[in-house]
């Protein structure tokens, strides 16, 4: 695997790979990898020649910088299992290049920014939009990966790609969970082995909430909302948000639930002072 820790060898690489008018599927993320991220390396190989990652922890994206300072930083191991998967490049690049003034500029995604996540981390998504531009500027991938575990950040590319005409497909993946059933996160790693067992109540929420829904009753009315909430709090989860909404613009839905859409329910979480998100996809 060719590790690139700056443009030019970036560009380097890639401008073999375009002579030979090879595709290019490209999957970003800020390191401390897991099998969710192999599996977005894992769809890449199979659908293009070549396979790129790119670990950048990107701090526009931090609305809170002690989150910054704690993001889990794991490069050796990063590499390691990139290599067991055969992923061809890494691009690592370092802040100052990738950030070399102040930027002025500020990428808005309107009412996408006004919820759930937009809400709770306000400027989250500019950063994320911002760093997205820029790789993608700079990879010019025919593919580009993400997991569905971040659907909003899902929703957000998808519209910047839109939007800007950014010439490439996005390809969400599935959530890869632990046995158990915790969605696998980079956060994960930050919690007690107690903890990452309590977390798996979270997914279960997710469950018995879609069971509910789809045995036609409304999950987030007082008597049902009520026993949820205090499942959590016995297992020392604080929610931030549980919304149900239209899994295709994110909009709230109120009940009776429309049938014929995608539901997504939708949920963040706090654990030992560790944020998590989770969600789940469904009809009925
Ligand atoms: O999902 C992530 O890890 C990050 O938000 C991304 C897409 C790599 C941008 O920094």
Redesign the pocket.
Known sequence: MQILKDIESLQQWLSEIKKQQKTIGFV????ALHEG?LALIKASKKQNDYTLC?I???PT?FNNSEDLARYPRTEQKDSQMLQNVQCDALFMPQAQEIYPNQNVLQLSFGYLETLMEGKFRPGHFA??GL??SK?FHLVQPQRAY??QK?LQ?CAV?QCLVQELNFPLEVIICPTIREPNGLAMS?RNQRLSEEAQQKATQIYQTLLNIQILIEQQQNPLEQQHLTPILKHLTQNDITIEYLEIVDAQTLLSLEYPYPKQITIAVCIAAYLEEVRLIDNILFKH
């Open positions: 970003p993320t800020m390191g991220h790119s950048f922890i990107n994206q950063g994320v760093i997205v790789l993400f997991g971040d950040q590319i980079s």
